[in-house]
Nanobody, 124 residues
Framework: VPLQASGGGRVQPGGYLRLSCTAS????????IGWFRQAPGKVREGVSC????????YYADSVKGRFTFSEDTAKNTVYLQMNSLKLEDTAVYYC??????????????????WGQGTQVTVSS
């Protein structure tokens, strides 16, 4: 499932970005979807996810209250709205699909298809 993540860039602390994730050949609202990030020298970590029914969302504590997972089914696109960005949010961000799970997990080994990543840099 080709996934395309976009929307990254460079912003100052306190700024915002909206990441997008689209898929070719698959309807995103049929799967659990996750957003992950990997900072230089660190392991990949889960940021947010939505379950297969797209009725329940989960956020890592580090982004809760600042990031919002949303979707536009007509465009077959999911978004990660990132507000109040911090220096520590700097990372490559990935979207991923879990084709088999009903629930939403931030364990990257449950995800089957990954986008190529988009760089987010928070810098003053």
């Amino acid at each position: 499932v080709p996934l395309q993540a976009s929307g990254g860039g460079r912003v100052q602390p306190g700024g915002y970005l909206r990441l997008s994730c689209t898929a070719s050949g698959r309807t995103l609202n049929s799967y659990a979807i996750g957003w992950f990030r990997q900072a230089p020298g660190k392991v990949r970590e889960g940021v947010s996810c939505i379950d297969r029914n797209h009725s329940w969302k989960y956020y890592a504590d580090s982004v809760k209250g600042r990031f919002t997972f949303s979707e536009d089914t007509a465009k077959n696109t999911v978004y990660l709205q990132m507000n109040s960005l911090k220096l520590e949010d700097t990372a490559v961000y990935y979207c991923a699909i879990d084709m088999y799970s009903d629930s939403c997990l931030l364990a990257d080994d449950t995800y089957n298809y990954w986008g190529q990543g988009t760089q987010v840099t928070v810098s003053s």
